[in-house]
């Protein structure tokens, strides 16, 4: 993970990003769809297909939706960009949703979870994909699924649904003579596919951490830990999304919903054992990212440990050397009285107190080396 632009303070980017979750007023009833002036512009493309035929557009009137919805097939309508919450409203109306799962749709980012209302399905789950030099991005995809439709909105995240149209493009495959309970499985098994190179990612940065605490540059200590703690919040918050989402994949096998064909729930099994697996690995980060920061505080107190032993080392060997030379330096008048400092006017005496001062010091460092202090 490259350092990013510096913010207010000098500190990185990533470690100040945040998402705030967008919500309604508080003088606003429950239910009501507020505008949010950072949401993306909205736009609605649509894929009906059957098993012969494939066609899509972009979709400029939402009414021509409710037409479609009336055609044999399956139709899946991609909405991306939350800003319009009037076209949010009629796709909502269009397919009998409540005004309560319009909101969440809204109001990102929700915690992951399913909902069963009888004659269709919504899922919250986020979606998440590496940024250029910027850390991690994510945001939530809401899906909603009836029996001949596939609702998805979105802002950030849609370019992993991209796998998806592409399989429904080449006319090959299980998808195209499915009905809507494997489309809603494959869009949201890319989601939690695309988990995965981020994890590795996470992983190969931890490696990096790990090997830079052992071995430290003098610039790079405290890049280190901003870096480190940068990493442990991405992981954390990972952890707070995976787990709800294994939660509601379990809860999507377990549902007596009739919109779920027996063959495609044993798809989703398997996608329960891959969001599994993804939010056991960000589990084990995770641990690991503290471990390692546990690691640097107690390396960096060990090198500090070092730095005062070899300075009271040196303080120790200097100790009697200042005594001595303290004591000839008094300078007392050796013609007042025989016993002022006679080795003041010894022949040797200069000699003899610099070889006595360098008899302690190499005794000192001898004596230090044997007891294993050096």
């Known amino acids: 993970m490259a350092v990013g632009r510096q913010d207010r303070g000098g500190w990185?980017?990533?470690?100040?990003?945040?998402?705030?979750?967008?919500?309604?007023?508080?003088?606003?009833?429950?239910?009501?769809?507020?505008s949010h002036g950072e949401a993306l512009a909205t736009s609605v493309h649509t894929a009906a297909y059957t098993g012969e035929t494939?066609?899509?557009?972009?979709?400029?009137?939402?009414?021509?939706?409710?037409?479609?919805?009336?055609?044999?097939?399956?139709?899946?309508?991609?909405l991306h960009g939350l800003r319009d919450v009037g076209v949010i409203e009629r796709l909502g109306e269009a397919i009998g949703a409540h005004r309560l799962m319009l909101e969440d749709v809204v109001n990102v980012p929700q915690r992951p979870k399913v909902e069963d209302h009888d004659d269709h399905i919504f899922l919250t789950l986020i979606a998440m994909r590496l940024a250029d030099g910027d850390g991690l991005k994510a945001g939530q995809v809401s899906l909603a699924m009836g029996a001949n439709y596939v609702f998805t909105f979105h802002e950030e995240g849609g370019d992993c649904l991209d796998p998806v149209r592409a399989r429904l493009r080449r006319e090959t495959g299980r998808i195209r003579g499915a009905g809507?309970?494997?489309l809603m499985y494959a869009l949201v098994d890319a989601v939690i596919?695309?988990?995965?190179?981020?994890?590795?990612h996470y992983g190969e940065q931890l490696e990096e951490m790990e090997?830079?605490?052992?071995?430290?540059?003098?610039?790079g200590g405290r890049d280190t830990i901003l870096r480190l703690h940068a990493l442990r919040r991405d992981l954390l918050?990972?952890?707070?999304?995976?787990?709800?989402?294994?939660?509601?994949?379990?809860?999507?096998?377990?549902?007596?919903?009739?919109?779920?064909?027996e063959e495609t729930l044993?798809?989703?099994?398997?996608?329960h054992d891959h969001i599994t697996r993804a939010s056991d690995l960000a589990d084990s980060y995770s641990e690991l990212s503290g471990d390692l920061m546990d690691f640097y505080l107690s390396m960096s107190s060990h090198r500090m440990n070092e730095v005062m032993k070899v300075l009271t080392i040196i303080a120790t060997i200097f100790i009697p050397l200042s005594f001595i030379a303290a004591v000839f330096g008094m300078n007392f008048d050796g013609g007042a009285s025989p016993w002022n400092m006679?080795?003041?006017?010894?022949?040797?005496?200069?000699p003899a107190a610099l070889g006595l001062m360098l008899a302690l010091a190499c005794g000192l460092i001898l004596l230090f080396r044997k007891r294993g202090w050096l």
Not at 15 to 32: E, S, W
Not at 193 to 200: A, H
Not at 342 to 350: D, F, H, N, S, V
């Open 237 to 261: 918050g990972m952890r707070r999304r995976f787990g709800p989402l294994r939660d509601a994949v379990g809860t999507m096998l377990r549902c007596e919903s009739t919109l779920f064909e």
């Open 211 to 219: 090997a830079a605490i052992v071995h430290p540059t003098r610039e």
């Open 180 to 182: 809507p309970d494997y």
């Open 12 to 34: 990185p980017s990533w470690v100040t990003r945040t998402r705030r979750k967008r919500h309604t007023p508080i003088d606003q009833a429950p239910g009501t769809l507020v």
């Open 193 to 200: 596919d695309g988990y995965f190179p981020v994890l590795e």
């Open 266 to 271: 044993a798809y989703i099994n398997d996608m």
């Open 342 to 350: 006679p080795e003041l006017r010894w022949y040797w005496g200069y």
């Open 54 to 78: 494939l066609r899509e557009r972009q979709v400029s009137d939402v009414g021509d939706i409710e037409t479609m919805l009336a055609e044999p097939g399956v139709l899946w309508v991609d």
